[in-house]
């Protein structure tokens, strides 16, 4: 038992990480989040996700070198801010494979904080959340603003596709920051199937 929620915890940190996006540019799955300005994206400018503190590099780093040798030999280090490059571990893992989930096994002890997926009671918050920020958007005459979906991590995540809303309106982003308030996570909630996103 141990072990299968060892891999999966580290499965799901991986599709975080190769799911990271800001706010501007579309993520592999295309969701993306509402812009926000009062919030910084969780990725950097180069499309990498970035650790929580500063004080996860050692983490990070001794995580890389674990991967590295347990028979991931291409795993990248991290950069001077702890941040692994998206593109190199896309390259280093491109398939779930039984060695690359040993390897994740060995190593579960170093994975870094930031890269620890939600854990049940954050995805059961979120879906709270999102239910009450939808509630208070159609309150607030977006009768058309869609129930959340799940994404391939349980979250929820509000697809726009079909519903002709822009999530990049002024009307739009003014009704969401009233609604912001049902949120117990800075910034908006996710989006996708939206035209750019």
Not at 98 to 113: G, K, R, Y
Not at 140 to 155: H, I, K, R, T, Y
């Amino acid at each position: 038992m141990k072990h299968t929620a060892a891999v999966t915890l580290a499965l799901t940190a991986l599709s975080l990480l190769l799911a990271a996006c800001g706010s501007t540019a579309p993520s592999p799955s295309g969701v993306a989040t509402l812009p926000s300005p009062s919030t910084g994206s969780a990725a950097q400018p180069n499309g990498s996700l970035a650790p929580a503190a500063s004080g996860e590099m050692a983490q990070a780093l001794a995580y890389a070198q674990c991967l590295r040798a347990n028979g991931i030999p291409n795993w990248p280090d991290p950069d001077s801010h702890g941040v692994f490059d998206k593109s190199l571990v896309r390259r280093a893992a491109p398939n779930r494979t039984p060695q690359l989930d040993a390897a994740f096994n060995a190593c579960e002890s170093l994975l870094p904080t930031s890269m620890q997926g939600p854990t049940p009671a954050q995805i059961q918050q979120a879906w709270t959340d999102d239910r009450s920020f939808v509630a208070c958007m159609r309150s607030l005459g977006v009768s058309n603003a869609p129930d959340p979906v799940s994404d391939e991590q349980g979250m929820p995540v509000f697809n726009l596709a079909g519903t002709g809303i822009d999530p990049k309106s002024a009307q739009i982003l003014a009704k969401a920051q009233q609604c912001q308030s049902q949120l117990h996570m800075s910034g908006l909630p996710r989006v996708t199937g939206a035209a750019g996103s």
